[in-house]
């Protein structure tokens, strides 16, 4: 999903690394990936990489880049460390050294040293090693790209605003398609979809780390929000229909709709899933019910999936359904086949994305004794 994302902003060749997608672009396509990616978490400047044996090795590769030229003294910094078959013992160490590194150059070259700001560091660095090499890089988005600073209040169980728009992207959602969100909670998914369709930037609200490098030209920044901004459409082409049963998650998607400048574009009301009737004849809806192992009993969860499936048979012909869960019994316990599953990472929690395709009277499998086991 990120891959086609990247080449629908500019990206021409991608290599796939461990979790992410490698790219080369000039600096103004770094400022519009970090602005206009709905799905990337966060984009790194790769500034340096060695082949090491030892801990003194990674220093040493450290203290080679020119830190200097790229923030200064006065800034707070991070490092994090992450690796992969790498021999040496303490990753926590390899952060201590790194960041004496970072120190020990400005020193030479100002007199000054940065300070270490765990929480809120205004430049973030980190460094990759593997079995045999050293890159490092600098964290060009700051805060990750899914807090795109239109959340009010906390929602219950809410899902990552990244993870919700891969969710659309996997589901086929396109603006023109109606949308249905019948379990909203703090409203994630039709925010990205009203986003999505409007084509307002998700990052426009906020700002980016790129902003507080040495290197960052503001006037071209400047130009590319103000350009960004002007693509924007007053309406979404099509109907977006949020609606959860807790009038409380209903409250909070309505200000969060509000504070994003979208709540034109979604009907949203409070309603139970199974109260609610079709607002069209074919659309695509995205489900994200709670689930054992984070809200709800799972034995409430038993009697309720196979009304869903009901519900969706009698009024939803026509749609197509997406149901997120961690749950591998739902479509057991729902009656229906999907047409497509995958699995999809929840945070911590692993999840399936099931299709369901909903046809008139079609694609249903009852639940008899013999199937339960
Ligand atoms: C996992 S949360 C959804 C989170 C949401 N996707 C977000 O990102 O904020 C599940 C939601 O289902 C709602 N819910 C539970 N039972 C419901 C029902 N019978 N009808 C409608 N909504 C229901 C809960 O109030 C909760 O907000």
Sequence with gaps: MLEGELYSLGVSTTTKTEGGIGFSVPWSTM?????????????L?????????????????????????????????KVKV????????????????IKDAVCDKFVAATQLRPSVDTERP?????????????TFYVDTSGEPLFKRGHRM?????????????????????????VLLDPMCGGGTIPLEAAMMARQIPPGISRNFAF?????????????LRESARAEQVAQAPAAIYASDLNPAMVKIAQRTFQGAGVAINIQLKQSNILDLEAPAAKGVMVINP???????????????????????????????????????????????????????F???????????????????????PSTQS
């Excluded at 040493?60 to 707070?76: G, M, N, V």
């Design 211 to 223: 902003e507080r490098l040495l290197v960052h030209d503001a006037q071209r920044w400047g130009h």
């Design 82 to 97: 992450s690796a992969r078959r790498c021999s040496l013992p303490s990753l926590d160490f390899l952060t201590l050294r």
């Design 45 to 77: 400047w790769e500034v340096g990489q060695s082949a090491y044996k030892t801990e003194h090795d990674v220093y040493k590769a450290a203290y080679a880049l020119a830190w200097p030229d790229w923030f200064t003294p006065a800034q707070t910094i």
């Design 290 to 344: 709670p689930y054992g192992v984070r809200l709800s009993r799972s034995d409430e969860l038993e009697s309720f999936y196979p009304k869903l499936g009901d519900w969706l048979k009698q009024r939803f012909a026509g749609w197509r359904a997406y149901v997120l869960t961690g749950d591998a019994r739902t479509p057991k316990l729902i009656g229906l086949t999907p047409s497509k599953r995958t699995p999809l």
């Design 31 to 43: 400022y519009w990936i970090n602005l206009k990616s709905h799905i990337a978490s966060r984009v």
């Design 346 to 368: 929840n945070g911590a929690l692993e999840c399936r994305l099931y299709e369901f395709v909903i046809v008139q009277g079609g694609a249903r499998r009852r639940l008899t």
């Design 153 to 177: 209040g906390s929602a219950e169980a809410p899902l990552k605003e990244n993870l919700a728009a891969g969710i659309l992207r996997l589901a086929g959602w396109t603006a023109n398609d």
């Design 122 to 134: 205004n430049i973030k660095l980190d460094a990759f090693l593997d079995q045999s090499t050293v």
